[in-house]
């Protein structure tokens, strides 16, 4: 998961949703639905949550 290769860790998971935060305090909920891909809206919302920029995210890749 890219996330977890910028530093944000898994805190809690309630049902199919996973918290995801950072050390510098910085949190993100991900819906995570097997066969199921995340959308353009969803996705520009989690990048702003965790203040990544779609390149940068793309590096983590």
Do not use: C, Q, Y
């Amino acid at each position: 998961m890219a996330l977890k290769n910028a530093g944000f860790e898994v805190v809690r998971v309630r049902g199919s949703h996973h918290r995801l935060k950072h050390a510098d305090g910085r949190m993100t909920t991900i819906p995570v639905h097997a066969g199921e891909t995340i959308g353009p809206g969803l996705m520009a919302s989690i990048l702003r949550d965790v203040e990544l920029t779609r390149a940068e995210f793309l590096l983590l890749l």
